[in-house]
């Protein structure tokens, strides 16, 4: 057993000691902070108090620099198309009531920085941690998704750290047999130094099986299982996402957590036995600050007091100390409120599971958080004061100086093919490019159908996942995000990634029920990021309010910048929608030769942040494609109910790259080839990123009744070609073999990485 160091710091030292110098600086705490931790404590802080305090006031545990503007997305209406929403912000994830007694649970979270420091385990603890996110809420995890976002693709660090990445998140998902339906991978620039990587997970759950990250009761126990706690990880993702990173490195480089898929398997499948067993008072995973998150926001949110014996935790290290202990973010371990007299039962069954579980504790109703350390008392806060009342700052914001200039460069001046030959070149570019080309060397590293329920995966517009074997209800769920766009107007850029997101969903069939956002931005110090988030901030809560759905939850990546250089502002959202029946999807790509090919929407001159801007001229600047969200709701809903009418027999939606991108991808799904005829300049139809359109197929005999449910919804919709043979056609302009076209499209990033 651990001896008790003779210079611990208790309450009582704390109080006859109270000018002892404090590194409250190098835990990444302001000088303001720390006075204010002193004033709520009445002396200074513990040792182990400013470790708690130093993680839990970090600004990717409190949200110190944007919760001012979150507040709004709770002003949203709670009600949903199907019924309501269960659970929302403030809780692990948002749950939504999706009809036949079921519930969806889902959330999208960031681990950004840990995966620049160790790709592997960065990303992989990712999964873990957004995966226990969901079972604390109740539900059985059943889907994963991954936005990526990495440096230039021929760079030297997007060669390190890409291949490490896409093995994190496959080895440890593959691992937890939970499929991976879908995500992105994007290349530019502004993320040399800063990859972002996005984890999703959607649960399911029956309503009676939804649980609360609360510790009430008096004298109810508190119950610490799963993995030992290391010293791997500490400050972890809390200190990490804190800092920027200078030119060299990070400022701050805490071990990355080390996961086990096979410890956090055991865990989800034991975890849902406790619930079955009605065993489960509270529950709270142990991920971003660990033992003070887990502690702090169960006392918080339920009576108030709780009282554990820290030497009670089982190490992996016995060298830790009681700060490493609270700070460390080991993975694969979740803390329970258990009445005492379901204690021994709790406990069979983590026996069962070979899932080491320790009573470390009590719920009191002192109002405290009390934290002993042999018989020492090290800790003795108001955990309110911990975990919900930190600092919270309203960072000085402005439009960028630079901004008018940007957005006056309009891409639309740029230089265009000019020949028939240079369209049919400028289309087999833009397929091989690194953000438009074939991604299947990434997702083929995942296992896209264990469990036997998905029905829609990548490279389909959104994945989809069955959730009830009798009736066939599922649920799909499309994740968006266009940085360029943010960067050219913030506002415009997030409502165009929700839409994109919402209309990949109804592509498939779903109608879109709520979102989930990760918001990834640079230092909140800069006002021109700050202005950057609180635009898009505004942007995503006025485009819900518009399409009537809700904010569930999610995640803020700040400081995500090499010195000065931010990365492009990057919202990613994700929407989740519900399908009745799973065998009335709409598939992606082109299904038979002989069908219509149906143009949804309007198409205008709009090609700024465009990718053919970007690819052909590397070029960035005038204004994004306009956004009109009353046209995207109609859109969906014709979507959503024609497929269900069995109109369609597929749908893909027009976004990066434009109707080229979407007839390129259409083709090569399954090598049925088409024939279109456009009206206009051939190019803007070809490249123009306008939003809120689709392309579909129709059987001939169903054309005019489907017009006529377009034209009912004022969906514009005309005629645009026909499926067949093997080459994609462009009538009077080109012709590209379906073979050259899959060559271009599929070769890019297995020759860069293959290797």
């Given at each position: 057993?651990?001896?008790?160091?003779?210079?611990?710091?208790?309450?009582?030292?704390?109080?006859?000691?109270?000018?002892?110098?404090?590194?409250?600086?190098?835990?990444?705490?302001?000088?303001?902070?720390?006075?204010?931790?002193?004033?709520?404590?009445?002396?200074r802080p513990t040792s182990s108090e400013l470790a708690?305090?130093?993680?839990?006031?970090?600004?990717?545990?409190?949200?110190?620099?944007?919760?001012?503007?979150?507040?709004?997305?709770?002003?949203?209406?709670?009600?949903?198309?199907?019924?309501?929403?269960?659970?929302?912000?403030?809780?692990?994830?948002?749950?939504?009531?999706?009809?036949?007694?079921?519930?969806?649970?889902?959330?999208?979270?960031?681990?950004?920085?840990?995966?620049?420091?160790?790709?592997?385990?960065?990303?992989?603890?990712?999964?873990?941690?957004?995966?226990?996110?969901?079972?604390?809420?109740?539900?059985?995890?059943?889907?994963?998704?991954?936005?990526?976002?990495?440096?230039?693709?021929?760079?030297?660090?997007?060669?390190?750290?890409?291949?490490?990445?896409?093995?994190?998140?496959?080895?440890?998902?593959?691992?937890?047999?939970?499929?991976?339906?879908?995500?992105?991978?994007?290349?530019?620039?502004?993320?040399?130094?800063?990859?972002?990587?996005?984890?999703?997970?959607?649960?399911?759950?029956?309503?009676?099986?939804?649980?609360?990250?609360?510790?009430?009761?008096?004298?109810?126990?508190?119950?610490?299982?799963?993995?030992?706690?290391?010293?791997?990880?500490?400050?972890?993702?809390?200190?990490?996402?804190?800092?920027?990173?200078?030119?060299?490195?990070?400022?701050?480089?805490?071990?990355?957590?080390?996961?086990?898929?096979?410890?956090?398997?055991?865990?989800?499948?034991?975890?849902?036995?406790?619930?079955?067993?009605?065993?489960?008072?509270?529950?709270?995973?142990?991920?971003?600050?660990?033992?003070?998150?887990?502690?702090?926001?169960?006392?918080?949110?339920?009576?108030?007091?709780?009282?554990?014996?820290?030497?009670?935790?089982?190490?992996?290290?016995?060298?830790?100390?009681?700060?490493?202990?609270?700070?460390?973010?080991?993975?694969?371990?979740?803390?329970?409120?258990?009445?005492?007299?379901?204690?021994?039962?709790?406990?069979?069954?983590?026996?069962?599971?070979?899932?080491?579980?320790?009573?470390?504790?009590?719920?009191?109703?002192?109002?405290?958080?009390?934290?002993?350390?042999?018989?020492?008392?090290?800790?003795?806060?108001?955990?309110?004061?911990?975990?919900?009342?930190?600092?919270?700052?309203?960072?000085?914001?402005?439009?960028?100086?630079?901004?008018?200039?940007?957005?006056?460069?309009?891409?639309?001046?740029?230089?265009?093919?000019?020949?028939?030959?240079?369209?049919?070149?400028?289309?087999?570019?833009?397929?091989?490019?690194?953000?438009?080309?074939?991604?299947?060397?990434?997702?083929?590293?995942?296992?896209?159908?264990?469990?036997?329920?998905?029905?829609?995966?990548?490279?389909?517009?959104?994945?989809?996942?069955?959730?009830?074997?009798?009736?066939?209800?599922?649920?799909?769920?499309?994740?968006?995000?266009?940085?360029?766009?943010?960067?050219?107007?913030?506002?415009?850029?997030?409502?165009?990634?929700?839409?994109?997101?919402?209309?990949?969903?109804?592509?498939?069939g779903a109608t879109p029920l709520a979102i989930s956002?990760?918001?990834?931005?640079?230092?909140?110090?800069?006002?021109?990021?700050?202005?950057?988030?609180?635009?898009?901030?505004?942007?995503?809560?006025?485009?819900?309010?518009?399409?009537?759905?809700?904010?569930?939850?999610?995640?803020?990546?700040?400081?995500?910048?090499?010195?000065?250089?931010?990365?492009?502002?990057?919202?990613?959202?994700?929407?989740?929608?519900?399908?009745?029946?799973?065998?009335?999807?709409?598939?992606?790509?082109?299904?038979?030769?002989?069908?219509?090919?149906?143009?949804?929407?309007?198409?205008?001159?709009?090609?700024?942040?465009?990718?053919?801007?970007?690819?052909?001229?590397?070029?960035?600047?005038?204004?994004?494609?306009?956004?009109?969200?009353?046209?995207?709701?109609?859109?969906g809903r014709l979507l959503v109910e024609a497929g269900?009418?069995?109109?369609?027999?597929?749908?893909?939606?027009?976004?990066?790259?434009?109707?080229?991108?979407?007839?390129?991808?259409?083709?090569?799904?399954?090598?049925?080839?088409?024939?279109?005829?456009?009206?206009?300049?051939?190019?803007?139809?070809?490249?123009?990123?306008?939003?809120?359109?689709?392309?579909?197929?129709?059987?001939?005999?169903?054309?005019?009744?489907?017009?006529?449910?377009?034209?009912?919804?004022?969906?514009?919709?005309?005629?645009?070609?026909?499926?067949?043979?093997?080459?994609?056609?462009?009538?009077?302009?080109?012709?590209?073999?379906?073979?050259?076209?899959?060559?271009?499209?599929?070769?890019?990033?297995?020759?860069?990485?293959?290797?």
């Amino acid at each position: 057993m651990t001896s008790v160091p003779q210079t611990l710091d208790t309450v009582a030292v704390a109080a006859a000691d109270p000018d002892r110098d404090q590194p409250w600086a190098e835990l990444g705490l302001k000088e303001d902070e720390y006075l204010r931790i002193r004033e709520i404590l009445g002396r200074r802080p513990t040792s182990s108090e400013l470790a708690m305090y130093s993680v839990m006031w970090s600004e990717h545990c409190s949200y110190k620099s944007s919760k001012v503007h979150l507040k709004q997305f709770g002003e949203i209406a709670q009600e949903t198309p199907v019924g309501k929403m269960l659970a929302g912000i403030g809780e692990n994830a948002g749950v939504l009531d999706i009809g036949q007694g079921y519930a969806v649970t889902f959330k999208i979270e960031s681990h950004n920085h840990p995966s620049y420091v160790e790709p592997y385990q960065g990303a992989a603890t990712g999964v873990g941690g957004i995966v226990r996110d969901i079972l604390a809420m109740g539900a059985r995890p059943v889907a994963v998704m991954d936005p990526l976002r990495f440096g230039p693709f021929d760079a030297d660090d997007t060669h390190r750290v890409l291949p490490g990445i896409v093995a994190g998140v496959g080895g440890y998902g593959n691992c937890l047999g939970l499929p991976n339906i879908g995500g992105e991978a994007v290349f530019d620039a502004s993320y040399a130094g800063n990859p972002l990587v996005n984890a999703l997970c959607v649960g399911v759950l029956r309503h009676e099986d939804l649980h609360l990250a609360k510790a009430s009761g008096e004298g109810n126990r508190v119950i610490l299982y799963g993995a030992r706690t290391g010293g791997d990880g500490i400050g972890g993702v809390s200190v990490l996402a804190s800092e920027t990173f200078t030119s060299t490195g990070p400022t701050k480089r805490p071990s990355v957590q080390v996961g086990d898929p096979f410890m956090e398997k055991l865990l989800i499948e034991c975890t849902l036995e406790l619930f079955a067993a009605g065993v489960v008072a509270g529950i709270q995973d142990l991920g971003g600050a660990g033992l003070s998150c887990a502690t702090s926001e169960l006392a918080s949110a339920g009576d108030g007091g709780m009282r554990v014996s820290l030497d009670l935790v089982p190490l992996r290290d016995s060298s830790l100390v009681p700060e490493e202990i609270l700070m460390s973010e080991s993975q694969e371990r979740m803390m329970a409120v258990v009445e005492p007299d379901d204690v021994e039962r709790f406990l069979a069954i983590c026996a069962k599971w070979d899932v080491e579980a320790v009573d470390i504790g009590e719920v009191t109703e002192t109002g405290r958080l009390e934290i002993e350390w042999h018989g020492e008392t090290v800790v003795d806060v108001p955990p309110r004061s911990v975990a919900h009342d930190g600092p919270t700052y309203k960072r000085p914001l402005a439009r960028p100086g630079w901004q008018d200039d940007l957005q006056a460069d309009r891409a639309e001046a740029l230089p265009r093919p000019e020949s028939e030959g240079d369209l049919r070149e400028t289309v087999l570019r833009m397929a091989a490019s690194p953000n438009l080309c074939d991604k299947s060397w990434i997702t083929d590293q995942y296992d896209r159908y264990v469990q036997g329920n998905t029905v829609l995966a990548q490279p389909s517009d959104a994945g989809m996942v069955r959730v009830d074997e009798g009736t066939h209800l599922g649920v799909a769920v499309a994740t968006d995000g266009n940085g360029r766009y943010c960067k050219l107007d913030p506002y415009t850029g997030a409502q165009l990634a929700l839409a994109e997101a919402y209309r990949n969903v109804a592509c498939g069939g779903a109608t879109p029920l709520a979102i989930s956002d990760c918001l990834n931005f640079g230092s909140p110090e800069d006002p021109d990021v700050m202005w950057q988030f609180a635009e898009a901030c505004r942007g995503l809560k006025d485009a819900c309010v518009t399409l009537g759905i809700p904010v569930t939850g999610g995640n803020v990546s700040l400081y995500n910048q090499t010195g000065t250089t931010a990365i492009l502002p990057t919202p990613v959202v994700a929407v989740l929608g519900v399908i009745d029946d799973v065998r009335r999807r709409t598939p992606t790509g082109f299904v038979a030769a002989g069908e219509v090919i149906v143009h949804l929407g309007q198409t205008r001159e709009e090609l700024s942040g465009s990718e053919w801007a970007h690819v052909v001229h590397d070029h960035l600047g005038g204004l994004p494609p306009e956004v009109d969200l009353h046209a995207e709701s109609q859109l969906g809903r014709l979507l959503v109910e024609a497929g269900r009418g069995g109109h369609l027999t597929s749908a893909h939606d027009m976004s990066d790259g434009g109707l080229a991108q979407s007839l390129v991808e259409s083709c090569l799904r399954l090598g049925i080839g088409a024939t279109v005829s456009l009206l206009g300049d051939p190019f803007v139809g070809l490249f123009s990123e306008s939003a809120a359109r689709a392309i579909v197929t129709v059987e001939a005999e169903k054309l005019e009744s489907f017009l006529t449910m377009a034209a009912s919804l004022g969906v514009p919709a005309g005629e645009i070609g026909r499926t067949g043979g093997s080459s994609l056609t462009v009538t009077d302009r080109f012709e590209i073999p379906l073979d050259e076209l899959s060559g271009a499209w599929r070769g890019t990033l297995r020759a860069a990485f293959a290797g």
